[in-house]
């Protein structure tokens, strides 16, 4: 009985309010020891496989820790992370570092951020097919891109498909990217 007194509230504060008994504190304790071990059972899986992000509570999907180790482990786990961590500057910059194709599960903001698609398309040269049109047309973006992929050529502005300081970057990637080049590169002999 001494031991349940301590947990009511002092006499004379919050009278209107009842008592708290030992089972609701245990059950508040348990819930909150549950999620904090669900939280570090998350954490210790998505180190292995950041896939396993897909399977977590809505709760550690939004967590911006746990999807931060996740797509360092697997930049593509940006998939299953809530809208608002696809937004984050950082939590993309690290999953396009990790995995350029995490790219198209970013925000359309990020698409359109200079430096998440860098990264992107340094890691994963098509990951152009997922930057904003004004990215697809940003020269430097683009020779990146090709440079690391020649195929990558195709996900280009009209304008730099055409380009041929672009078209020869792309080919010395991969010959086969003179197939999407305009006619008038393809006889160029250089």
Do not use: C, H
């Amino acid at each position: 009985m001494a031991e349940e007194a301590k947990l009511t509230d002092p006499p004379g504060r919050n009278q209107d309010r009842p008592a708290l008994s030992p089972s609701f504190l245990q059950r508040v304790w348990s819930e909150s020891y549950a999620q904090k071990r669900d939280r570090d059972s998350t954490l210790a899986a998505v180190k292995q496989d950041g896939g396993v992000l897909a399977f977590a509570s809505e709760e550690l999907k939004g967590n911006r820790e746990v999807v931060l180790v996740a797509v360092a482990q697997d930049g593509e786990a940006l998939e299953y992370a809530l809208e608002e961590l696809q937004a984050d500057r950082e939590v993309v910059l690290a999953a396009a570092a990790q995995n350029g194709a995490a790219l198209q599960f970013a925000s359309e903001e990020l698409k359109g951020d200079r430096e998440v698609v860098l990264a992107a398309v340094a890691q994963y040269g098509r990951a152009l097919q997922f930057a904003s049109e004004e990215l697809k047309g940003d020269r430097e973006v683009v020779l990146a891109a090709v440079a690391q992929n020649g195929w990558a050529l195709q996900f280009a502005s009209e304008e730099l498909i055409g380009d041929r300081e672009v078209v020869l970057a792309a080919v010395k990637r991969s010959g086969e990217a003179l197939r999407g080049a305009p006619e008038q590169q393809k006889g160029d002999r250089e």
